[in-house]
């Protein structure tokens, strides 16, 4: 299973885009990258996945690198609603998600 | 559109009491699974179904726990006994199909259990 590494906490400034990292440097060329986000006392809500190719949805942007051993999430324009903890999974048939420990982003006012 | 309905919301019991867990899963959905989640430990995926049939407890953390599906439409979680260490928020999923991508898992909003 490939390892993620997030930061721990970002801030952003309400309506300016945030940009959230995930190393996955182990990752495997049949491993999906995909992305949930907690809001605090909800249910985990799935955002967006990506193999290869940037993918994007009506929620957020996914940019993964040609070696695909990193990707950002991006939030175009950032509201108080997305302060949540951000989770980058790792996943390929066959697997469970494995939730880590995230990125808490705050959006600030 | 209901979502994945789980009941109770919260439920704080006293320790040795058999404490159940309810969740409906989304109509259609065909697999299903149960998540705990602490400050401590994060969000552990317990138990997953397909088809109503369990695949994978290997997460079920002791003997104490157990699942059943005994149909689409519902499934329970029940720790008997129950014990202090097992406050946690039990999260419930439902996924369209599951082992192809898209793997969106949809969570319920979970039950709060303290036990005292």
């Known amino acids: 299973d490939a390892k993620t590494t997030q930061p721990p906490s970002m801030d952003c400034a309400e309506g300016r885009a945030a940009n959230l990292p995930c190393n996955h440097s182990?990752?495997?060329?049949?491993?999906?990258v995909y992305w949930y986000r907690q809001i605090h006392s909800q249910g985990p809500q799935y955002i967006i996945h990506?193999?290869?190719n940037n993918e994007t949805n009506e929620m957020a942007s996914l940019i993964i690198t040609e070696d695909r051993k990193s990707s950002t999430l991006i939030l175009p324009h950032a509201t108080l609603r997305d302060t949540a903890v951000y989770y980058c999974?790792?996943?390929?048939?066959?697997?469970?998600?494995?939730f880590g420990p995230g990125t808490r982003l705050s959006v600030l006012p | 559109d209901a979502g994945v309905i789980q009941s109770p919301r919260h439920e704080v019991t006293e320790m040795g009491q058999e404490v159940t867990l309810r969740c409906k899963p989304i109509?259609?959905?065909?697999?299903l699974f149960w998540y705990r989640q602490t400050m401590m430990r994060g969000l552990e995926l317990l138990i997953y179904?397909?088809?109503?049939?369990?695949?994978?407890d290997s997460g079920m953390p002791e003997d104490r726990f157990s699942a059943k599906m005994p149909n689409a439409s519902f499934s329970t979680l029940k720790i008997q006994p129950s014990e202090p260490r097992d406050s946690a928020v039990y999260f419930c999923?439902?996924?369209?199909?599951?082992?192809?991508?898209?793997?969106?898992?949809?969570f319920g909003p979970g039950t709060r259990l303290t036990v005292l």
């Open positions: 990506g193999l290869k």
């Open positions: 182990t990752i495997s060329g049949n491993e999906y």
């Open positions: 999974i790792p996943w390929v048939y066959g697997q469970n998600f494995v």
């Open positions: 109509s259609g959905h065909n697999s």
């Open positions: 999923a439902s996924s369209p199909r599951t082992g192809v991508a898209p793997n969106e898992q949809f």
């Open positions: 179904f397909n088809n109503n049939v369990p695949i994978d």
